[in-house]
C-alpha cells in the first residue's frame, strides 16, 4: 500500500539555519505530493504540492521538489524565522479522489 | 484560498453524552469531506469519508454506531460522537475536497474532552 515516511523531530534550529525535512514515499502510479503545516492548536494549512514529477513546489520561501527517481519530496528553507515553529506534514495522493496517505510529522523549533 | 470552518472549537463534555461537531466549506461547495482524528504529538488518523447525500464510508476500526456522520448539503457535514467516554477525548478535524483539484482543505480542529 501507499506510505509516508519523514524525518523524527523535533528539529530544533537557530533563526535564519537552513532548514530540511526529509520525506520519502511508497506508492503505485503517480500520486501528488503535499507539504502541510499544523501550528499549536490549529488545523493544517496547505503549504505546497507537487502532482508530477520533477515539479517543483513554493511558497512562503519554502521548497520542495517531486523526485520520482528516488520517491523524494524534502522540504527545504534557507533561512527560517521563529513564526516557522510548527509541525511539518508530508502527504500523498494516489490520485483526485483518493484518501490522503500523511506522514508522522516533523515538529520544527526554531530559536532566536 | 478555500476556507473550512468548525464548531466548536473546543468542548468538554461528561461521560455518556453526545457532542455534534460541525464542519463548513465557506467559500466552495464539497461533494467530499473527510474526518480525522489526531492524537497529542501524533499524525492524522482518517475515520471516515462523507459524500454529500449518501452514507459515510469509514475506515476498519472506527465504530459507525459510535461516530455518526451527516452529510445533509454541498458546505455541512456532522461528526456526532455519542455516548461519549474519556478515551474518546481527542482532537477532530474535518477537511474537504473542491471538485476537480486533488487538494484537501482542512478545518482548524475541534477539541473534545470527554470528563
Known amino acids: 500500500g501507499n506510505s509516508v515516511t519523514q524525518m523524527e523531530g523535533p528539529v530544533t534550529l537557530s533563526e535564519e539555519a537552513f532548514l530540511t525535512i526529509n520525506c520519502t514515499y511508497t506508492?503505485?502510479?503517480?500520486?501528488?505530493l503535499f507539504w502541510y503545516v499544523q501550528y499549536p492548536g490549529e488545523g493544517l494549512q496547505l503549504l505546497l504540492k507537487?502532482?508530477?514529477?520533477?515539479d517543483k513546489g513554493s511558497n512562503k520561501g519554502f521548497e520542495a521538489t517531486y523526485r520520482k527517481e528516488t520517491t523524494s519530496f524534502h522540504l527545504e528553507k534557507g533561512s527560517v524565522q521563529v513564526s516557522d515553529s510548527a509541525v511539518y506534514f508530508c502527504?500523498?495522493?494516489?490520485?483526485?479522489?483518493?484518501?490522503?496517505?500523511f506522514g508522522a510529522g516533523t515538529q520544527v523549533v526554531v530559536t532566536p | 484560498g478555500a476556507v473550512v470552518s468548525q464548531h466548536p472549537s473546543w468542548v468538554i463534555c461528561k461521560s455518556g453524552t453526545s457532542v455534534k461537531i460541525e464542519c463548513r466549506s465557506l467559500?466552495?461547495?464539497?461533494?467530499?469531506m473527510f474526518w480525522y482524528r489526531q492524537f497529542p504529538k501524533q499524525s492524522l488518523m482518517l475515520m471516515a469519508t462523507?459524500?454529500?447525500?449518501?452514507?459515510?464510508?469509514?475506515e476498519q476500526g472506527v465504530e459507525k454506531d459510535k461516530f455518526l456522520i451527516n452529510h445533509a448539503s454541498l458546505t455541512l457535514s456532522t461528526l456526532t460522537v455519542t455516548s461519549a467516554h474519556p478515551e474518546d477525548s481527542s482532537f477532530y478535524i474535518c477537511?474537504?475536497?473542491?471538485?476537480?483539484?486533488?487538494?484537501?482543505?482542512f478545518g482548524p480542529g475541534t477539541r473534545l474532552t470527554v470528563l
Open positions: 507537487a502532482t508530477k514529477a520533477d
Open positions: 467559500d466552495f461547495q464539497a461533494t467530499t
Open positions: 477537511s474537504a475536497d473542491i471538485t476537480s483539484t486533488d487538494t484537501q482543505y
Open positions: 506508492a503505485t502510479g503517480y500520486p501528488s
Open positions: 462523507s459524500n454529500e447525500g449518501s452514507k459515510a464510508t469509514y
Open positions: 502527504a500523498l495522493r494516489a490520485d483526485s479522489w483518493g484518501k490522503f496517505q
